[in-house]
C-alpha cells in the first residue's frame, strides 16, 4: 500500500507563494507509473481537484487555480510538487496528493495552507 506525506503548508498573506510537497512511498519512480494530483478542501466543502500530472506531460488545472499554480514531479525522489503563486484568502485549504483522476490510494494527513487577507 502506498502510503503519501505531505508538507509545506503554512500561513501566508494574500499575493504570496508557498510550495507543497509529496512524498510517496514503494516503487521507484511512482509517479511514472500513476498520474499525480494534488486536490483540497476547504472548511464545509468536498475535497476537490486541483491539479493534475497527465502522462505524457499534460497538466489540468481547477479553473480558480489557473495560472497561478504548478504541478511538476521528481521521479527520482517519488515526490510531486505544487507550486502556488498569489495566493488567495480562497486558497485556504488542507490540501492532499494522490492519485488522478481517481484517487486510488490511502488518503495522507494532508498540509495546511492558510491565505490571510
Known amino acids: 500500500q502506498v502510503q503519501v506525506v505531505e508538507s509545506g503548508g503554512g500561513l501566508v498573506q494574500a499575493g504570496g507563494s508557498l510550495r507543497l510537497s509529496c512524498a510517496a512511498s514503494?516503487?521507484?519512480?511512482?509517479?511514472?507509473?500513476?498520474?499525480p494530483g494534488w486536490y483540497r478542501q476547504a472548511p464545509g466543502k468536498q475535497r476537490e481537484s486541483v491539479a493534475v500530472?497527465?502522462?505524457?506531460?499534460?497538466?489540468d488545472y481547477a479553473d480558480s487555480v489557473k495560472g497561478r499554480f504548478t504541478i511538476s514531479t521528481d521521479n527520482a525522489k517519488n515526490t510531486v510538487y505544487l507550486q502556488m503563486n498569489n495566493l488567495k484568502p480562497e486558497d485556504t485549504a488542507v490540501y492532499y496528493c494522490?492519485?488522478?483522476?481517481?484517487?486510488?490510494?490511502?488518503w495522507g494527513q494532508g498540509t495546511q495552507v492558510t491565505v490571510s487577507s
Open positions: 500530472l497527465l502522462t505524457g506531460g499534460r497538466t
Open positions: 494522490n492519485t488522478a483522476p481517481r484517487a486510488g490510494w490511502k
Open positions: 514503494g516503487t521507484r519512480s511512482i509517479f511514472s507509473m500513476y498520474d
